[in-house]
């Protein structure tokens, strides 16, 4: 080692802390939580969305958005050993010592009470759904993420509860078809995700990355993860080929979008199982042009017959 190390690393920049905050929040995650606009999209009303109905989605994103923050910035400090003994985890600002326990808890804090205020300002029922996202994850935090397969059931619902509180705020009744392939592609993509991290505790054994993880091995979600996909892209064609779904949209040809859902749901299994790579499913989906190209086919023929 050049004997100028030492000393290059003593003087490295401390990385600056909004950028930290920014990257402790996972503020790139937000994208999840575009699935409350969904039930707005597919009922055809998105775009005439203004005013008070307008402001009252935008209440309800921004109240999952900082809900969802919340959550993740307590959980690292819940999870802070096991995320110090994984390989990308540890980088994280809180598992890193950047934050101390009492800056992260408190930003924290700040997150679900400014998520608090937004859901105060929703009207009616739609104030129970972000509120029953918190509940749902505060167990999880706690109790629920040791439990295997529950811990990926609480993904699914936690965009099970995005859904609802779009439904609810756009005035748009949520089809039973859009709830159970929502609750089982998110199902999907939690187990490959659980794959990524046996895949790293088999590169360094004797590490446990998540306090489920003895419930996991790689045979099991393999072979879970190819049915429940399965079952999600057989959910999707009766969904693309019901007569009230048809009838709705006003269009005989919604099968068409089951196409861009087969590709990228291969091109996901592909990801996972040659290459590996389904640790982080948002940063794989900003990253992928085939997933990317897949997601924004789906988007613009459902556009076309919805809004064209």
């Known amino acids: 080692m050049s004997p100028l190390a030492p000393l290059a690393a003593a003087t490295r920049p401390r990385p600056h802390w909004a950028g ?12 999840k939580n575009v699935t409350v606009l969904l039930p707005a999209f597919f009922a055809g009303k998105l775009l005439g969305l203004s005013g008070p109905q307008g402001q009252q989605l935008v209440l309800a994103l921004g109240s999952f958005c900082l809900f969802s923050s919340g959550i993740y910035v307590l959980n690292d400090v819940l999870d802070v050993a096991h995320d110090r003994q994984h390989r990308t985890k ?13 800056q992260a808890l408190a930003l924290a804090g700040a997150c679900l009470g400014l998520g608090l205020g937004c ?3 929703l009207r009616g029922l739609a104030p129970a759904a972000p509120l029953a996202y918190v509940a749902l994850n505060l167990l999880y935090c706690f109790w629920l993420k040791r439990l295997p397969i529950i811990d990926l059931s609480c993904i699914g619902l936690g965009f099970v509860l995005r859904l609802v509180a779009g439904g609810l705020v756009a005035s748009a ?8 392939v929502t609750f089982l592609l998110m199902f999907s993509v939690g187990l490959a995700k659980r794959r990524d991290d046996l895949v790293l505790g088999s590169d360094e054994p004797g590490r446990v990355f998540r306090t489920a993880q003895a419930g996991y091995n790689k045979a099991f979600i ?22 009230e779904v048809m009838t709705r949209l006003h269009s005989r040809y919604v099968y068409v979008t089951a196409l861009p859902v ?14 590996e790579t389904t640790g982080s499913p948002v940063r794989l989906l900003l990253r992928d042009p085939f997933l990317l190209a897949t997601v924004g086919a789906w988007l613009g023929i459902f556009y076309y017959l919805l809004y064209v």
């Open 173 to 180: 009744p949520l089809s039973h078809w859009i709830v159970i």
């Open 119 to 121: 859901a105060a300002g």
């Open 90 to 102: 540890r980088h994280r600002p809180y598992a890193s010592g950047y934050f101390g326990r009492g």
């Open 222 to 243: 393999d072979t879970a993860k190819g049915v429940s996909f399965a079952v999600t892209l057989v959910a999707y064609l009766l969904y693309t080929v019901s007569a």
């Open 20 to 31: 930290q905050v920014l990257r402790q929040l996972r503020v790139a995650h937000w994208v």
């Open 262 to 275: 087969f590709l990228g749901i291969m091109r996901y299994l592909q990801l996972s199982i040659v290459q």
